[in-house]
């Protein structure tokens, strides 16, 4: 406890009107602080409590337990996510190469198609555009015009 | 065992070594944490992640500056991250609260030390109202503050861990001293 007679600084702290702002830039040219002995001797006693409080802090108990613990939990994590990506890479590889297997297969059946196809219209073209009139013409009829001649 | 022999053991994946670390470097890092986030959560957590860190880049120590430096400079650095994902978050909060809440009054930092009148002054809540205005102070103030007058680190030591010259530290616990004796006296222009 400290006990002083001029209570003007702990007084207006009790009231509430004790404030801190962020106002740090304020050139104020007056120091409003109260310049009697029992005040700044109560600034004094304020930093020797903080002395004697930042002694007494002390540590949340097996602090080292807590910490291999985050770090196996953040290694276990690790791997966790590292699986994920793996899984995941794994999943678009696989996605690739069904689409892109899927997509030869496709090429190579459409060139099938495409080949047969092509053939047969050669073959139709062939049958009933490219065949020969002589061919076709009747050989009898050349006989038979020439027996008439 | 020296603090050689501990990083080599470290170094050698030598878990009885980490323990004598941890147990010999947690008060030192929680308090600096603590002094500079004022959450005992948070400060934790923090603490947790610096043995993590320096478990995990021991080998990038040159021994260059002293051991006890490195642990602050991890530690204040990651204060310093969390304090800025914090005043994010509360940004949010308050973009949130703008539209939604109608509760929003300004915290004042005597709230929570109107009680019940006494003659005499608990060291607690003096010491608490100096951690709000502390709390207050800008980041490198705060830390240069703290090291320097809480965690008694000497100027070159403070110039290792915040990376900056000498002068800059002194202007920054004297700007840190000038804006607290500012905080601390407000209440007299309100």
């Known amino acids: 406890m400290f006990e002083m007679k001029c209570n003007k600084l702990y007084n207006e702290i009790k009231k509430g009107r004790f404030m801190v702002t962020d106002n740090n830039n304020s050139e104020s040219g007056n120091n409003p602080i109260c310049n009697c002995s029992d005040c700044k001797s109560l600034l004094v006693f304020m930093h020797k409590s903080l002395l004697i409080d930042n002694n007494n802090i002390e540590v949340k108990p097996f602090l080292y337990t807590r910490i291999m613990s985050r770090m196996e939990n953040h290694s276990v994590n690790k791997r966790k996510s590292f699986q994920f990506v793996l899984q995941q890479a794994y999943v678009i590889i696989l996605i690739l190469f069904c689409v892109g297997g899927g997509i030869i297969v496709g090429n190579i059946s459409s060139d099938k198609i495409i080949s047969n196809n092509e053939t047969s219209v050669t073959k139709t073209l062939n049958e009933n555009f490219f065949f020969s009139d002589l061919e076709a013409e009747n050989n009898e009829l050349f006989s038979e015009l020439e027996s008439n001649n | ?190």
């Open chain 2, 1 to 190: 065992m020296s603090d050689l022999e501990l990083l080599e053991g470290i170094k050698n994946n030598d878990q009885a070594a980490f323990k004598y670390f941890v147990e010999k470097y947690q008060r030192l890092v929680y308090r600096v944490v603590f002094n500079i986030v004022n959450d005992p959560d948070d400060a934790d957590d923090i603490t947790q992640d610096v043995f993590i860190e320096v478990y995990r880049n021991i080998s990038d120590f040159r021994a260059d500056s002293k051991l006890s430096t490195w642990m602050y400079r991890i530690a204040t650095n990651k204060a310093l991250n969390l304090l800025k994902k914090n005043r994010r978050k509360n940004l949010f909060q308050r973009i949130d609260s703008f539209f939604y809440s109608d509760d929003d009054k300004p915290v004042q930092i005597a709230d929570e030390f109107i009680k019940e009148p006494s003659n005499g002054i608990e060291q607690d809540e003096l010491t608490a109202i100096l951690r709000k205005a502390i709390s207050s102070l800008p980041d490198n103030q705060k830390i240069a503050y703290t090291l320097h007058n809480i965690d008694d680190l000497a100027y070159n030591e403070i110039c290792e861990v915040m990376n900056l010259s000498l002068s800059a530290v002194e202007s920054l616990i004297h700007r840190a001293k000038k804006n607290l004796q500012k905080k601390l006296a407000e209440y007299y222009h309100s």
